[in-house]
């Protein structure tokens, strides 16, 4: 718990009352949150103009949209702490739930063309705000390697399930997926996990951003297999928001059933 004891003494201590060392350690952790609240703030940034990318199919704009900000936001976890994530990723679901509520004028205006016809509506939360609270509850509430790799399986596997399943004709499952839908979200979660999980059993350097949740237990081919099948039965439920189900759902499974 390093990490938030710095945090709470940069929010809150009187400098009077602070060693020099105490001191660094906030001078440290105001540069990275500077440095975090930066790359967060080009991450809404790059939302804004990719949502006006001439001569591009709305559909298209989502998959590209969903595909590099999950992973953008799993990179941003790699440079600055875990307790910094939870506090950016806080202010970006509120942000996102005032700009609905009270400013969704703008928030059409910014975002619309990313937007699905019941979000324009106003009738529900747009998905990006699902996005945002799927990230913050995996990162709080599982190990960080886990949760890195549940966040882009929702940033990749997802589009490409959207987009084998609208190219590729198949029965359907569900209302939402396909069955060749469904095939490319395993497929594709099998590879990120093989990438993110199993070809990093040995790294540690995650341990320091964890506080001190990691996991003694190596990952297998049998974890590549269960997340792979969570992630497609998640993004595939009729009920929910896959933005949520997804990253939520398989992280559980594999923290608890997966090694």
């Known amino acids: 718990m390093e990490d938030s004891y710095y945090l709470y003494s940069f929010l809150f201590s009187s400098s009077s009352s602070q060693s020099q060392e ?5 001078e440290s952790y ?8 930066l790359l967060f703030i080009l991450v809404i940034l790059f939302q804004y103009f990719i949502a006006r990318a001439p001569n591009v199919q709305k559909e298209t704009k989502r998959r590209y949209q969903h595909a590099l900000t999950g992973h953008a936001l799993v990179q941003i976890s790699y440079v600055i702490p875990k307790s910094i994530s ?27 063309p990313l937007l699905r016809p019941n979000e324009l509506s106003g ?5 990006a705000f ?6 913050l509850i995996t990162i709080c509430g599982f190990n960080i390697q886990i949760a890195r790799y549940s966040v882009e399986c929702l940033a990749l596997a997802d589009p490409m399930a959207s987009w084998i399943g609208s190219s590729i004709p198949s029965p359907k499952i569900t ?39 990691s996991s003694s237990k190596p990952f297998t081919i049998t974890t590549l297999f269960i997340g792979a099948t969570v992630c497609t039965i998640a993004e595939g439920l009729p009920f929910g928001n896959d933005n949520l189900n997804i990253p939520v759902i398989t992280a559980f499974v594999v923290e608890n059933f997966g090694k």
């Open 175 to 213: 209302k939402s997926s396909s069955l060749s839908g469904c095939i490319a979200c395993f497929i594709t979660s099998c590879i990120i996990g093989y990438w993110m999980l199993i070809l990093n059993n040995s790294n540690d350097n995650d341990n320091d951003n964890d506080n001190g949740n």
């Open 22 to 26: 105490q001191q660094e350690q906030q």
């Open 86 to 112: 939870i506090l950016l990723l806080c202010l970006g679901c509120i942000l996102m739930y005032i700009m609905k509520a009270y400013y969704f004028n703008i928030y059409i205006k910014s975002f619309g």
């Open 130 to 135: 699902y996005f945002l609270l799927g990230t």
């Open 123 to 127: 009738e529900i939360l747009p998905g």
């Open 30 to 37: 105001k540069s990275l949150l500077i440095r975090g609240s």
